[in-house]
């Protein structure tokens, strides 16, 4: 029978990143027909979110467990949802689908299965796509990005009706309500200018050197602002991308001045005190948006698409910061801000509707669900989705190789603790001793 219409559905979310833990958990909550029972699962990896950066996040769940691939695919085929959310890279997405539709054969009822993008989409975007074909619900963050989705889809004889519109899940917060004088009143706030930092954009010692400069350039040219450098991560924790060349240490070399801070904690209480948002191409520029937050995206790198900043080309909000040091504040163009999902107008109370009607309409089939049925298979990508699915400890039919951990039992205490020594050696090789050995390459 469908899922009762008044108790809360169950909902699992599986995440291999604290952005993607974000993206996932809030666009449950945000797409869920009804109130919700969340059970969140972290994908076992390089960039497995630490309890600090859970808690910076801010979204709350149920019950909260890191799975490898397997563990979780057992937990699928044994426990009883009504949705799941794939808050992952395109190819964690792929193999996924392929281990639950395995999973799932025997089953006469599934969950429904939704996926997509953190933020914006500015590269890769046919392999991300196809990579996450075979979803219920494929969600476009805006409608630039759905117009593009269903083109790649039906480009390639495959079916585009899982493309679904919404926007991002976490924009909201105060309106902005324009600069605040610090003469004016004693004990208000400075003029606040954050800097958005993203972990791997740019990617160079010059360019991060270079940006960072310029910034505390900033604060001492304006002694009376509040000059803050928002970051990511601290120095050993990985996010979404890998941070090689942490703005902390860069830091450490500098004399900062007193108005100059280094700043973490949740991006929407900083954009509370934000009277200026800079960045490269951080998503962050689109909360801003949201909030009508005078909002800049730095042209001094070029406008590049290794950079992402190409995606602003268009919105009005591309200048130099030897324009914004002479004083420039540049003006969203209201139509791209439109395309892009920001919903500055008060639509955004809306914006999930679609989704939402469209899994209760996919609960509430008295047949259930057909099984998931990915564009890449073993016939229209030979060469490369026994990769994807093997990085995974899956075979080309999506069952558990041989030998995959967890596959058949859950791990004891001896095999707990070997365990976290080998994620802990993996995690160092790959924070610490590979960005080392790619530099000595480039000598």
Known sequence: ??????????????????????????????????????????????????????????????????????????????????????????????????G??????????????????????????????????????????????????????EGVGADASSVTEVALP?????????????????????????????????????????????????ARRHPEREVLLKLRSKPGEHTTHIEELPYQKLAQRQDLPPNFRLVYGHMGEVLDRTDLLVTVSSTAALESLHRRIPTVVLTDLGIREALGNHHFVGSGCLAS?????????????????????????????????????????????????PPLTPYYTPVTAPGYLPGILARHHLGPDGTPLPGAPAADREPGPVRQIVRRAARGAYRHGVQRVAPVIRRMGEL
């Open 170 to 218: 976490f924009l909201g917060g105060t309106a902005y309500e324009g600069e605040h004088d610090p003469s004016a009143e004693q004990g208000r706030r400075p003029y606040t200018v954050v800097f958005a930092a993203q972990p791997s954009v740019p990617d160079s010692r010059r360019d991060r050197t270079y940006l960072l400069d310029r910034l505390v350039r900033h």
């Open 100 to 153: 639950l539709k395995r999973a799932w054969e025997d089953r006469p009822r599934r969950p429904v299965v939704v996926t997509g993008y953190v933020g914006v989409v500015y590269e890769k975007l046919a392999d991300g796509l196809l990579l996450r074909h075979g979803a219920d619900l494929v969600l476009a963050n805006s409608r630039q990005d759905a117009d593009r989705f269903r083109a790649v889809y």
């Open 1 to 98: 029978m469908p899922a009762s219409a008044t108790k809360p559905l169950r909902v699992a979310v599986l995440a291999d990143s604290d952005t993607r833990w974000k993206w996932g958990a809030l666009t449950a909550n945000r797409v869920a027909p009804r109130d919700v029972r969340l059970d969140g699962f972290l994908l076992r990896g390089r960039a497995t979110p630490t309890a600090r950066q859970l808690g910076e996040v801010g979204v709350p769940a149920d019950s909260l467990r890191e799975v490898t691939a397997v563990e979780f695919l057992r937990a699928m085929r044994e426990e009883s949802y009504d949705l799941l959310v794939l808050a992952l890279v395109g190819g964690g997405v792929q193999a996924m689908l392929h």
């Open 321 to 369: 910061w030897d324009q914004l040091d002479a004083g420039h504040r540049p003006e969203p163009d209201a139509e791209w801000v439109a395309r892009q999902g920001v919903a500055v107008g008060g639509s955004y109370g809306t914006a999930f509707d679609a989704a939402r009607e469209r899994i209760a309409g996919l609960l509430g089939r008295p047949a259930g669900l």
